[in-house]
């Protein structure tokens, strides 16, 4: 008789080859009907499909998809054009009154006829319901009005040359009247009644069902609908979701190992990766009440010792891009005002600043508990500080929670602070004005209102504030970017913030999906997705 441990690895060894026997056989192709259902996952989770209360990535993908704004982007890009809106704005001369024309023969989903007085519900909602983004038009707009079935009216408060793309902003879109009400929190969170490609048809748990709008105006969409499939913070399942073929198309996020394992597949031929242009910023914010901040050489030393390329590989490894200043590169007005890194330029300037081996400048960096990034970026920015500037520089890490980070930010409590940002409007402005502008404040007090103050910079320049303005009130854009190229020039001098990098974008997909877009705004159209 065979000894029992002899048997036991004889049958290993059979169950051995009888497996890589199976597995070296050819996966049946299944045939699919064309029409079915394009299935995206994703780990984010829609809060709300209330357009007047939506201010999530999740919610607002959605909300794009479903409904129509009166401008829009082209696709891939910044350049904004007309969607609900016949073509850009009538402006007056004093930049107040907008006039607009509206398109006609489109109705809503439920029947309803779109005209410029459900235009007028659909904005005053947006203010008067009291939701997340509300601010983004009451701070500017004053006054609303049909001037003609289909001609809008609005007055601004101030002039406000970005304004239009204010109305791109996908919670502003058209809902109709007849599904909604006017009124402070009156929000339905669950059901979505607007002019888009898609109708809203059903929402589980974790599925969420769109179906092509048969009635759409605008450019019909190439499939059928969506099953949006929703693994909210796992990765990992969404990973697996995209390589057992559970999901054609993965998009918002996945670890930055998984993409890079992805992205070696693709090179081979198994799937696809889509890279785009992102819009998120990351960035050093620096304390200009606190020592040793307040001196200006010890920011322009920390700006001389980062090296971005290296931050950019060792955390991301190599998913997103070297920023030089906060304007991402999207826009034509970015200018790399800040320089590579110059470590001798650093001593130097520490030097001057009265800092030495024995007697370092200590800073803080705190941030929030909830980013790996930001945790790993803190650990190097120390260690690349000991070993580049010879103990003449000491940073000093420390976490806390993501609610109490951005209380105590505002607060002033933070030497510095690490922290990324996400804009609410693709224009460059929404870049500058949430963190260098000053409502109040002086040169002896710093920041004391405004979104210098609540960026923890603390940052006062009545030269800054003075050129927010004009670019804010020009119209000509090429003289709007000579005054943004002045403003990051000033930027580069006061160092409130040290930019770091800017995101990089990407969708995944299996080899026979076509049409995959991602825009800047980290809108994703549903529409031109097909299979080949």
């Not at 007849?178 to 929000?187: C, D, P």
């Not at 109708?199 to 019909?220: C, H, N, P, S």
């Not at 590989?313 to 920023?323: F, H, K, V």
Request: proline fraction near 6%.
């Amino acid at each position: 008789m065979m000894p029992k441990k002899a048997l036991n690895s004889l049958i290993v060894v059979f169950l051995t080859v009888a497996l890589l026997l199976v597995s070296c056989q050819p996966t049946p192709i299944i045939p699919q009907p064309t029409n079915r259902p394009i299935t995206l996952g994703t780990t984010l989770k829609p809060l709300t499909f209330d357009p007047a209360d939506s201010y999530d990535l999740a919610s607002l993908m959605i909300i794009y998809n479903l409904g129509d704004t009166l401008y829009t982007y082209e696709l891939g890009s910044t350049k904004l054009k007309a969607q609900l809106a016949q073509a850009l704005p009538k402006i007056s001369s004093d930049g107040l009154t907008y006039t607009i024309n509206l398109r006609q023969g489109i109705v809503f989903h439920d029947g309803t006829p779109f005209n410029a007085q459900a235009m007028v519900f659909s904005l005053e909602r947006f203010i008067k319901n009291g939701g997340k983004p509300s601010f983004l038009l009451s701070d500017s707009l004053d006054k609303i009005e049909a001037i003609g079935e289909y001609e809008l009216r609005l007055r601004l408060k101030h002039s406000f040359t970005a304004f239009t793309a204010l109305l791109a902003f996908p919670g502003t879109c058209a809902v109709s009247p007849a599904a909604y009400e006017l009124g402070e929190g009156k929000f339905k969170p669950n059901d979505f009644v607007g002019t888009g490609p898609y109708r809203l048809v059903e929402m589980t748990g974790d599925r969420i069902r769109l179906q092509a709008f048969a009635q759409y105006w605008g450019e019909k969409p190439k499939n059928s609908g969506l099953d949006i499939q929703l693994y909210p913070g796992n990765p990992a399942n969404l990973y697996n979701a995209l390589r057992t073929g559970a999901v054609d198309v993965a998009y918002q996020s996945l670890a930055t190992q998984q993409v890079s394992k992805l992205q070696e597949e693709a090179k081979r031929g198994k799937g696809q990766v889509v890279e785009g242009k992102g819009s998120a910023v990351n960035y050093l914010s620096l304390n200009l009440r606190m020592q040793p901040l307040k001196a200006l050489k010890v920011r322009q030393a920390i700006a001389a010792m980062v090296d971005r390329p290296f931050l950019v590989q060792r955390i991301l490894q190599g998913q997103a891009e070297p920023l030089y200043t906060l304007i991402p590169t999207a826009f034509t007005a970015s200018q790399p005002v800040f320089k590579p890194q110059n470590l001798l330029l650093a001593k130097q300037l520490l030097t001057e600043a009265g800092f030495s081996s024995t007697q370092p400048a200590t800073v803080e960096i705190w941030y929030s508990s909830g980013s790996l990034n930001a945790s790993l970026l803190a650990g190097i920015l120390k260690a690349m500080a000991k070993r580049d500037l010879a103990g003449m520089l000491n940073f000093e890490p420390n976490t806390i929670a993501s609610a109490a980070f951005f209380r105590n930010l505002s607060a002033g409590n933070y030497a510095s602070s690490l922290a990324n940002w996400y804009p609410d409007f693709l224009d460059a402005d929404n870049y500058i004005y949430p963190f260098l502008a000053c409502s109040k404040g002086s040169p002896l007090t710093g920041c004391q209102k405004g979104g210098a103050q609540e960026q923890g910079s603390f940052y006062y320049s009545e030269r800054m504030n003075q050129l927010i303005v004009q670019q804010r009130l020009e119209q000509d854009p090429t003289k709007r970017e000579e005054i943004f190229s002045q403003i990051q020039s000033l930027l580069a001098q006061d160092v409130p913030y040290i930019p770091l990098w800017q995101s990089k974008d990407y969708a995944f997909a299996q080899n026979n999906l076509k049409g995959i877009t991602i825009n800047p705004s980290q809108t994703f159209p549903f529409w031109t997705l097909e299979r080949g």
